[in-house]
């Protein structure tokens, strides 16, 4: 029943990333998000009151419409205000921080289990009604206080204004364009290159997913129990947040997301390749191999956002390419996540679930060389055409 429940949640984000996004734009982002948020959080709330499965299965299908366009809006909201070298680091932030905050769910669930029966209501009830407060708070703040872009921030002086819009002329997206046409459509579910970037995010969102669900599971098949293995869930995301934001960084400042998410997932892959033949025993082992598939693994994801936006040179386009890459990637790629940690392999160390992740990212790694290749092939084109003394915009690298 867990993993149906969980299959349909992912499939409504696949459904709904798209509306999600265009009506971003038409609403403007500091509404659009502020009504994601106060949804999800109200949602939640509702789900501390369900009674029986139909209940949760409906409540859940609709906190998954809901929550499918926070992370894809976010990311195009970025670039009204980012450079494409800024990007990536960008989203690094945003995901870091929200898988850190992750960690801590278990332990913050564990702390919550003491208050079964008080007010004669489950713990597991309290723990989503806890969980939905603090996003309706936030939400208020979101509408009141998020500027929606550049050139319309009050807070910036018009030769302030003026100054934004010159610095993002040619690499942000634009308040003021027009929005999403059915030509914008075809020509980018035509744009062949783009499933490349889909192919690749799909790749990386198995071991995305699975971590994310299996990480308590995991730790407990190491010898931990309880409180204590749910805290040492907190090291692998930890050290994930330093590398993802260390290596975000230094893919755009030298123009090498390529390479960077290729290194990155070999590195990933490493851990899990090891911690898949690693004896069962060797829990120490096993745990710092998880550490390092886990940073490797992450780490991957925010330069391949920012280099996919980077390579979109219109705004209706980024915000399409960003919700399709996330749905199509993210939304499909998490429902085999879901089952490759079987509960049959703890006592051998889920060998399958080390196994498919490590090849996972293999593939990651290869799709991210190919598109380097791919994108530099390009760029010497473009030079070789462009007539003299006239420099091309070229692809991000």
Known sequence: MKYGITNRHVLTHTVFEVPSNILLKKLRPSRWLAFLMFSWGAITIGLGGVKNYP????????????????????????????KTDERSVRVAFILASATLAGAFGGAIAYGVGHMNRTRDMSAWRWLFILEGIPSCLSAILVWFFLPDWPERASWLSEAEKD???????????KGSAASLTWDD??????????YGHYAIYFAVSLPFSSLSLFSPSIVAGLGFHDLEAQLLTVPPWAAAYIVQILVSWSADHFNARGYHCAGAAVVGAAGFLASAVLPPDDYNGRYGCLVVGTAGAF?????MLGWLTSNMWSTASIGLAVALNVSIGAGLGQIPGVWIYKAEEASRGYPTGHGVNCAMLFVVAFGALALRWFYGRKNRALIDAAADGVTPRLYKL
């Open 299 to 303: 780490a991957c994801i925010p330069p």
């Open 163 to 173: 100054l934004a819009a010159q610095r993002l002329y040619l690499e942000g997206a």
């Open 185 to 194: 459509v075809k020509d980018t579910l035509t744009d062949w290159r783009l």
């Open 55 to 82: 209940q949760m299965t409906g409540v859940r299908f609709v906190l998954g419409a809901v929550e499918a366009g926070l992370f894809p809006g976010l990311v195009y909201y970025l670039t009204f205000w980012y």
